[in-house]
């Protein structure tokens, strides 16, 4: 059985959207992960740029989701729809959001995080530029922000925001060869069938996303079909029900070369009917 100074296993959780996929993934930590055996270290990873009403990322939801046992959250394009987070990002201690905003943006792109045994795990996020918005190009920053990294930990976890299949392969085989740990594509909501480790790096296009199963990835089908069949723009509510899903992948690292041995991907439904007044 591995030392627990030997492993690392990561949890990361595919898209948060709104309240059902903070629930969901309050449950799946409370009642699958909380007896993880000892034999491991462990480090959960959620991207929450859709967690406050499918839209941003609220102070209260931020200090809810630290309350679940979530130790880092990565985001996207919509990190900052919700105006507030200007008011907390600075000291928010497990947000990250992408790197390849402009220099002076509001916020880090990636973090370090030491966990026990002195084992210390670094995050970056960073966005994609095809079929999405204009933004600094991911390719001119990665390789420095690896190698400064690599002083520190061999041990790091890419979130790689991005709309393209060929985008996320290519940039992940690149990031790959600078001796990245794991690469986990975000954004499209759809969880791929593609987990696998390349040149010792834990690989999977997109995570996919936790929240309400019977959606249109995690949203309301009414207002999607509205928008998709008049083509006027329409605010997007998130979806509801009983019926929610996880989509998940465990990867474990070896935490000393910071290789990725195992990679696993999880996708769980789930009857969530906790009544809650949160927004």
Known sequence: MAKSNDTLKILFFGDLVGKPGRLAVRKY????????????LTFVIA?????SHGFGLTEKNYNELSEYGIDCMTSGNHIFDKKEIFNYIENAEKLVRPLNYPVGTAGVGSRVFELKDGVKVAVINLLGRVFMSP???QWSVIKNEVNRLKEIT???????HAEATAEKICFAKYCSELGVSAFIGTHTHVQTA???????????TDAG????QDSVIGMEYKTSLNRFTTAI???YDVADGDVVQINAVEIEIDSKSGHTVAIKRIF????NKEKENEN
């Open 268 to 271: 769980m439904l789930d009857n």
């Open 29 to 40: 930590l409370q009642k699958k992960y909380s007896n993880v055996s000892s034999d491991y």
């Open 154 to 160: 061999q041990i790091i976890i890419i979130d790689f």
């Open 47 to 51: 991207n929450v740029e859709n967690a």
């Open 233 to 235: 723009p329409e605010r």
């Open 209 to 212: 996303f936790c929240g309400a």
């Open 135 to 137: 933004i600094d190009s």
């Open 194 to 204: 593609d987990e696998q480790v390349i040149n010792n790096m834990g690989y999977i």
